[in-house]
Every structure is written in C-alpha cells, then in structure tokens.
C-alpha cells in the first residue's frame, strides 16, 4: 500500500534552517509528481511546493519563494524540503502528498515550530 512517511520537524530559532524528507513506498515514485503542504493551528491546509515527476519543474507558494527548496531523490525515493530563513508564520504540520490512480494519500504530518 502506499506509505508517506515525513520526517526532519522540530523547534528552530527564527532564521534557521531545517530541511524536511519524505520516503515513499507502495507505488513508483519516480512516476509520480510530488507536494509538501502545511497546517498552522486554526488554518487550512495550504500548499508549499510541488516538484514533477523528474524533478525538472517546482512551484513555490508566494510565501515561501525564495527561502524553501523543494527537491527529489527517485533512487531513495524521497522528496526534500529544505526550509531557510524561517518565521514564526512557517510554524504548521508539514505533511507530504502525492495524488495516485485518482486517490490522494497524505503522509502522517512533521510538526515545524519556529520560535525564540
């Protein structure tokens, strides 16, 4: 079965860096575009980057351009957020997603938390 499993939250001071992973399994990852969305307390979910399938294009919410890289590994099979310059905003659970054979699956969610 298909399995997301996000890893590389914690607590950060505000312009620090921590850089998020997710290891797929279940299904052929190099096939398959790939998202990190967030969940701040008392929000919706909002999306923060996708990547394709071959990592060739990557498309950033307007706040977070600039300071988050996402990134893949089809031979590891595992997408990367790398996160810089944090704020206390980017607080939220990041979660990873993929949508497969017209089903989405979400990861178990990695809690960020940008604080001094």
């Known amino acids: 079965q298909v399995q997301l499993v996000e890893s590389g939250g914690g607590l950060v001071q505000p312009g620090g860096s921590l850089r998020l992973s997710c290891v797929a399994s279940g299904f052929i990852f190099r096939n398959y575009p790939m998202t990190w969305y967030r969940q701040a307390p008392g929000k919706e979910r909002e999306l923060v980057a996708t990547i394709t399938s071959a990592g060739l294009t990557t498309n950033y919410a307007d706040s977070v351009k600039g300071r988050f890289t996402i990134s893949r590994d089809n031979a590891k099979n595992t997408v990367y957020l790398q996160m810089n310059s944090l704020k206390p905003g980017d607080t939220a659970v990041y979660y990873c997603?993929?949508?497969?054979?017209?089903?989405?699956?979400w990861g178990q969610g990695t809690q960020v938390t940008v604080s001094s």
């Open positions: 997603y993929s949508y497969i054979g017209r089903k989405g699956y």
